[in-house]
């Protein structure tokens, strides 16, 4: 492993720092480089797809393969929305597991439907695996949440990406405007499942005694 | 050449103690992820998951 990147994490902001330029590097920014690793994930994961639904691979080999993507992405997710492999505590590995339990119990459910004829084998079947990679924004949204949470902040709202195209459960989500942190649903919760594309702001009381919004 | 097709098999089944244990984040999961992320992400990035503190 390098001993040296360029990149930091000053714990005190929450932030990573670009050490060339000593300036922080946004959320919004670590989220689209995440997007671009899960793009590579969603590729490996439709190819195995393609390959259950073309009779290239068992169905157990399928899930097998695709469990060991599913966890990449997720501790991929979990490790840049917490400053990198060096800032993980057994905690925050403990929730990333958590997060990698819960997928694999749907692909389970999911295997036994293709097994059963209820999901056919048909471009349905790569529709729905593409779910699995997108699952991993939910990870990256839940584990900046908790370090939100350790890093003083006291309330969350729901950010709509796209005001023209949010299901219903976001948009009431959207509507409770600022609630204490940890009580809205989390991303990836409601209607749009994975798809959603949602974020939290964050807010605490800054010295001043006025509200302080997380940045981006 | 004929392509020759697999049988589909029977899925795995896997107790809740087994995907409790198969869930758990192992030194060669994260081997695996940082590999994955440097191979992946845009150039400027590739080590950002390397990042160490800078405050102390």
Redesign the interface.
């Known amino acids: 492993?390098?001993i040296?990147?360029?990149?930091?994490?000053?714990?005190?902001?929450g932030r990573?720092?670009d050490?060339e330029t000593g300036r922080f590097v946004s959320f919004a920014k670590?989220r689209n480089?995440l997007e671009?690793?899960m793009?590579?994930?969603a590729v490996r994961m439709n190819i195995l797809s393609q390959q259950?639904v073309?009779?290239?691979?068992?169905?157990?080999n399928w899930?097998?393969a695709m469990?060991?993507q599913i966890?990449?992405?997720h501790?991929?997710a979990g490790?840049?929305a917490n400053?990198?492999?060096?800032?993980m505590s057994q905690s925050d590995?403990g929730a990333?597991?958590?997060m990698?339990?819960a997928q694999?119990?749907y692909l389970?459910k999911f295997?036994?439907q293709?097994?059963n004829g209820e999901q056919a084998?048909d471009g349905r079947l790569l529709v729905r695996s593409d779910m699995y990679g997108d699952a991993a924004r939910g990870t990256f949204e839940q584990m900046e949440r908790r370090l939100q949470i350790t890093n003083g902040f006291e309330e969350e709202r729901r950010v709509l990406e796209d005001k023209l195209n949010n299901c219903d459960g976001c948009l009431e989500q959207a509507a409770l405007n600022w609630q204490p942190i940890g009580t809205l649903d989390p991303i990836g919760a409601e209607e749009c499942t994975v798809r959603c594309r949602c974020e939290f702001e964050y807010r605490r009381v800054g010295e001043n005694g006025e509200w302080e919004e997380s940045e981006e | 050449m004929t392509d020759k097709k697999v049988s589909l098999g029977s899925p795995l089944f896997l107790s809740d103690k087994e995907l409790d244990e198969l869930s758990q984040v192992t030194e060669e999961d994260i081997k695996q992820a940082l590999k994955f992320w440097r191979e992946n992400a845009p150039d400027e990035f590739i080590d950002l998951l390397d990042a160490q503190k800078v405050d102390e």
């Open positions: 492993m390098p040296t990147s360029h990149y930091g994490w000053s714990e005190l902001a990573y720092i050490l670590i480089v671009s690793v793009d590579a994930s259950l073309d009779g290239s691979i068992s169905i157990a899930q097998v469990k060991q966890k990449i992405i501790v991929n490790m840049a400053g990198g492999f060096a800032q590995w990333v597991g958590q990698i339990r694999y119990g389970d295997a036994q293709i097994a084998l």
